[in-house]
């Protein structure tokens, strides 16, 4: 009978319980009957005197003893059995791996954060450069505030006179030029009011 086939199908499971309890079986007579002889044998050794009932029960109790603690060390012992320890050799290969992981994320740490260090290098160069420019211009703004301080009043004054005057002269001929446009296009409207008709 092949155990494992007919563990698979469904009334597989009686027939291993079967198969089982028949071994079980043959095991309790076998060890009953081999036990009985050297059990009668202590007892003369010791000088008792027991029946063949009386050693077969001892056997019997010794084979029981015998099978409890089989299913006790096969079936209980492996479920509440400890999980060994690994061995040194996996353990170092482990922790290697471990070593390699933390240091490619220690590699990465460290190049990111060299990145922000050049990333803000660069930045404070940018913001010294902007600030020198600035400072450059400051001085020039400066200097002519004081070139323009310097000169005298009248001198702004016809400056200011002669500013005036252009800007009125250029107010006219803007007027001038907007009013111009405003009759053009009223002009052009009217010709293609008359022509449409």
């Given at each position: 009978m092949d155990i494992g086939t007919s563990f698979r199908t469904i009334g597989g499971y009686m027939e291993l319980l079967r198969y089982l309890l028949d071994g079980i079986a043959k095991l309790w007579t076998t060890a009953i009957a081999w036990l009985s002889p050297p059990i009668q044998r202590l007892a003369g050794l010791l000088g008792m005197s027991l029946s063949a009932q009386q050693s077969q029960l001892i056997a019997a109790l010794a084979v029981a003893m015998l099978i409890a603690w089989l299913v006790a060390k096969v079936f209980v012992g492996s479920v509440w059995r400890k999980p060994r320890p690994k061995a040194f050799a996996a353990r170092a290969n482990d922790i290697a791996r471990n070593l390699v992981q933390i240091s490619a994320e220690a590699d990465a740490l460290l190049e990111e954060m060299g990145s922000v260090i050049n990333t803000s290098d660069a930045a404070v160069k940018q913001y010294e450069r902007q600030l020198a420019e600035l400072a450059a211009r400051e001085e020039e703004i400066s200097s002519r505030?004081?070139?323009?301080?310097?000169?005298?009043?009248?001198?702004?004054?016809?400056?200011?006179?002669?500013?005036?005057?252009?800007?009125?002269?250029?107010?006219?001929?803007?007027?001038?030029?907007?009013?111009?446009?405003?009759?053009?296009?009223?002009?052009?409207?009217?010709?293609?009011?008359?022509?449409?008709?």
């Open positions: 505030i004081d070139a323009l301080n310097r000169v005298s009043i009248p001198a702004a004054q016809h400056f200011a006179h002669l500013y005036e005057k252009a800007e009125r002269r250029s107010a006219w001929r803007d007027y001038a030029l907007n009013g111009l446009q405003i009759l053009l296009a009223l002009v052009l409207f009217a010709i293609g009011l008359i022509l449409s008709r």
